[in-house]
């Protein structure tokens, strides 16, 4: 296994200095070239989750490994996409995608050469030199990516990449990150608020509920890509997992008139 | 639940058959009866929709027009000399004491001329030109890195905050007799009273820009590899500079004030100090030309700063 997460719990704290349980031991084991999601309601504390992986902050109690080693800082081999860009406004598409390579000292051609090939791969081909406040959200969230992407990272963290997006704006991204993903497979952990995405999107899927934010089940997705999302199995596993997720964050009781709501949830 | 555990929800037995399901699923969708009514369009090339484009819009009005049209826009402010030229022409029958108590724009300009023959108008320009971009220059170089150490280090500004915070309220005309002691009369001490007003402004907004850099941006830096000396050039000063410009124009701004009373009290020359000897002498349009010159000098230099603005940040919407 490439990411181990291990009984990682985290308190933040208030504005009032109160402490807030964010993560309870939350444990799971992520293999090379997964593409892993975490789902659950927002507040979950899915983003602090993020955070900690990706070397922003360091859990109050457990331990986050990369490839066995712990995880104290932000590094190259993870890279971060975030939900509202956190593209530099002052940066070009180009100089935003270049950043990275910068920072790590890669050498003149082999950048120009990198930054052309991720600017091909993310479809920004003629928009090298607009200003990010002269994209589309789509667009933006490509050139986020390929700025992700150019360090090289063993491991993509993406937070709600696709969450302000329209909906076929939003679909079309799904499938160029999976084409993406399969052309330069790579270690994916793709947080999200929708299930629909995750079962789309994922080999497994971590399903979190609040207060405190722990991991309640961990689903394989064993479906075939691409997926269709019309497919009746596709739809009833996403309908089952709803209606589960709505089980353990809202109670029981409103399980009770829904369709398969015993079959498989008896766990 | 107990935690992070296999899945309870076993997935569908087998996925070729629901591969099945969808393609018959799919077939199904195609002879369900969908119509469309749109009419077929002719394709068209991106080029000629950039042509299209360019037809829908009304071509440009011509030079003229548009200069005129600027000219317009400043319709208040010529009403403004206009009405002001016509009360004081017309007052002076009824009140020949308006002569001197307001003067009329026409007089300000043979003021300008007459004082321009006599070749001290450009000096006194030149002079209080010297000393407000002297000190805003010296406000702006050192007080844009200590608000932006204070904005970058939480440590250092708890320790410079309460001194700042004292020495602030202080208004600059009060260090007039000590900074005269200090270092006499002329420029080193107007300069110095200019750049004490100019100083907090320009601090106060380079500590907000640097406290307001978006903590996304500064995750982003981090996570691609920015080591602190980076994320500070490329993360946090782009991100403070908008404020830095403000603090400059409002220490430009401030500056003339402190400039002209700086000048009023003691100095051998500037606009201040021309308006404070024509009142000694009575000639009140030389008092209103020297009004009028700093209100145009500050116009021109907030004008200026707000080209440098644009050309220094490209990527930021105009102010
Ligand atoms: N920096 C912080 N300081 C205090 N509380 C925080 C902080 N970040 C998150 N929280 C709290 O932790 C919980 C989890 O937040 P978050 O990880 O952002 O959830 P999610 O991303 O799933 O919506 C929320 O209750 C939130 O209010
Ligand atoms: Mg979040």
Same mark, same amino acid.
């Given at each position: =296994?490439?990411?181990?997460?291990?009984?990682?719990?985290?308190?933040?704290?208030?504005?009032?200095?109160?402490?807030?349980?964010?993560?309870?031991?939350?444990?799971?084991?992520?293999?090379?070239?997964?593409?892993?999601?975490?789902?659950?309601? !927002?507040?979950?504390?899915?983003?602090?989750?993020?955070?900690?992986?990706?070397?922003?902050?360091?859990?109050?109690?457990?331990?986050?490994?990369?490839?066995?080693?712990?995880?104290?800082?932000?590094?190259?081999?993870?890279?971060?996409?975030?939900?509202?860009?956190?593209?530099?406004?002052?940066?070009?598409?180009?100089?935003?995608?270049?950043?990275?390579?910068?920072?790590?000292?890669?050498?003149?051609?082999?950048?120009?050469?990198?930054?052309?090939?991720?600017?091909?791969?993310?479809?920004?081909?003629?928009?090298?030199?607009?200003?990010?406040?002269?994209?589309?959200?789509?667009?933006?969230?490509?050139?986020?990516?390929?700025?992700?992407?150019?360090?090289?990272?063993?491991?993509?963290?993406?937070?709600?990449?696709?969450? !302000?997006?329209?909906?076929?704006?939003?679909?079309?991204?799904?499938?160029?990150?999976?084409?993406?993903?399969?052309?330069?497979?790579?270690?994916?952990?793709?947080?999200?608020?929708?299930?629909?995405?995750?079962?789309?999107?994922?080999?497994?899927?971590?399903?979190?509920?609040?207060?405190?934010?722990?991991?309640?089940?961990?689903?394989?997705?064993?479906?075939?890509?691409?997926?269709?999302?019309?497919?009746?199995?596709?739809?009833?596993?996403?309908?089952?997992?709803?209606?589960?997720?709505?089980?353990?964050?809202?109670?029981?009781? !409103?399980?009770?008139?829904?369709?398969?709501?015993?079959?498989?949830?008896?766990? | 639940?107990?935690?992070?555990?296999?899945?309870?929800?076993?997935?569908? !037995?087998?996925?070729?058959?629901?591969?099945?399901?969808?393609?018959?699923?799919?077939?199904? #969708?195609?002879?369900?009866?969908?119509?469309?009514?749109?009419?077929?369009?002719?394709?068209?090339?991106?080029? #000629?929709? #950039?042509?299209?484009?360019?037809?829908?819009?009304?071509?440009?009005?011509?030079?003229?027009?548009?200069?005129?049209?600027?000219?317009?826009?400043?319709?208040?402010?010529?009403?403004?000399?206009?009405?002001?030229?016509?009360?004081?022409?017309?007052?002076?029958?009824?009140?020949?004491?308006?002569?001197?108590?307001?003067?009329?724009?026409?007089?300000?300009?043979?003021?300008?001329?007459?004082?321009?023959?006599?070749?001290?108008?450009?000096?006194?320009?030149?002079?209080?030109?010297?000393?407000?971009?002297?000190?805003?220059?010296?406000?702006?170089?050192?007080?844009?890195?200590?608000?932006?150490?204070?904005?970058?280090?939480?440590?250092?500004?708890?320790?410079?905050?309460?001194?700042?915070?004292?020495?602030?309220?202080?208004?600059?005309?009060?260090?007039?007799?000590?900074?005269?002691?200090?270092?006499?009369?002329?420029?080193?001490?107007?300069?110095?009273?200019?750049?004490?007003?100019?100083?907090?402004?320009?601090?106060?907004?380079?500590?907000?820009?640097?406290?307001?850099?978006?903590?996304?941006?500064?995750?982003?830096?981090?996570?691609?590899?920015?080591?602190?000396?980076?994320?500070?050039?490329?993360?946090?000063?782009?991100?403070?500079?908008?404020?830095?410009?403000?603090? =400059?124009?409002?220490?430009?701004?401030?500056?003339?004030? #402190?400039?002209?009373?700086?000048?009023?009290?003691?100095?051998?020359?500037?606009?201040?100090? =021309?308006?404070?000897?024509?009142?000694?002498?009575?000639?009140?349009?030389?008092?209103?030309?020297?009004?009028?010159?700093?209100?145009?000098?500050?116009?021109?230099?907030?004008?200026?700063?707000?080209?440098?603005?644009?050309?220094?940040?490209?990527?930021?919407?105009?102010?």
């Amino acid at each position: =296994m490439q990411v181990d997460v291990a009984n990682v719990s985290k308190v933040h704290f208030s504005m009032k200095g109160e402490p807030l349980l964010a993560l309870l031991d939350v444990n799971f084991q992520v293999e090379k070239n997964e593409f892993f999601s975490i789902v659950g309601p !927002s507040g979950c504390g899915k983003t602090t989750l993020l955070n900690l992986l990706a070397g922003f902050e360091q859990p109050t109690r457990g331990e986050l490994k990369v490839g066995g080693r712990v995880i104290t800082a932000p590094g190259w081999e993870r890279a971060v996409v975030f939900q509202e860009y956190a593209l530099f406004p002052w940066y070009t598409v180009v100089q935003n995608i270049r950043y990275g390579l910068r920072r790590k000292r890669v050498p003149e051609p082999e950048q120009r050469r990198l930054v052309d090939h991720y600017i091909g791969l993310v479809g920004l081909g003629g928009f090298e030199s607009r200003y990010p406040r002269e994209l589309s959200g789509g667009m933006r969230q490509r050139v986020s990516i390929a700025r992700a992407l150019a360090v090289n990272p063993s491991i993509l963290l993406m937070d709600e990449p696709f969450a !302000s997006l329209d909906i076929q704006t939003r679909e079309y991204m799904q499938d160029e990150l999976l084409k993406i993903w399969q052309r330069e497979p790579k270690t994916v952990i793709f947080v999200t608020h929708s299930i629909d995405e995750a079962i789309k999107l994922s080999d497994r899927i971590a399903i979190m509920g609040p207060r405190p934010g722990r991991v309640e089940e961990i689903m394989i997705v064993e479906f075939g890509r691409p997926r269709d999302p019309t497919n009746p199995a596709v739809v009833r596993l996403a309908a089952e997992v709803k209606l589960w997720l709505r089980q353990q964050v809202f109670g029981s009781k !409103s399980a009770e008139d829904a369709p398969h709501a015993d079959q498989h949830m008896a766990g | 639940m107990s935690g992070a555990g296999r899945s309870a929800i076993p997935p569908p !037995s087998s996925g070729v058959r629901a591969e099945q399901a969808r393609e018959k699923a799919g077939y199904a #969708a195609v002879e369900a009866p969908v119509r469309a009514t749109a009419e077929r369009r002719v394709p068209v090339a991106p080029e #000629a929709f #950039a042509r299209l484009a360019a037809s829908m819009v009304p071509p440009p009005p011509p030079t003229w027009r548009r200069a005129l049209a600027r000219i317009c826009r400043l319709w208040l402010l010529v009403a403004f000399v206009v009405i002001w030229e016509l009360v004081s022409i017309f007052g002076q029958r009824v009140n020949p004491q308006l002569d001197v108590m307001m003067p009329p724009p026409t007089a300000v300009i043979s003021a300008a001329s007459d004082l321009m023959t006599r070749g001290v108008l450009f000096t006194h320009i030149f002079d209080s030109l010297y000393r407000v971009l002297l000190a805003v220059g010296a406000a702006t170089a050192l007080g844009v890195p200590l608000g932006l150490a204070m904005g970058w280090s939480s440590r250092f500004r708890f320790a410079v905050d309460p001194l700042l915070e004292f020495i602030r309220p202080i208004p600059p005309l009060a260090w007039i007799p000590l900074s005269i002691l200090w270092f006499g009369i002329g420029d080193v001490q107007i300069v110095y009273i200019i750049f004490l007003a100019a100083f907090f402004p320009v601090v106060l907004n380079s500590l907000a820009g640097a406290r307001d850099v978006d903590p996304y941006l500064v995750q982003a830096g981090l996570s691609l590899g920015a080591r602190p000396r980076e994320l500070f050039l490329t993360v946090v000063l782009p991100a403070a500079l908008p404020h830095i410009f403000t603090g =400059m124009r409002v220490g430009l701004g401030i500056g003339w004030m #402190a400039l002209v009373a700086g000048e009023l009290v003691a100095a051998p020359s500037g606009l201040g100090y =021309m308006i404070n000897n024509a009142r000694t002498l009575f000639r009140s349009d030389y008092i209103l030309l020297g009004m009028v010159l700093i209100g145009v000098l500050g116009l021109v230099l907030d004008y200026l700063m707000r080209q440098a603005a644009r050309l220094v940040m490209p990527w930021h919407k105009g102010q």
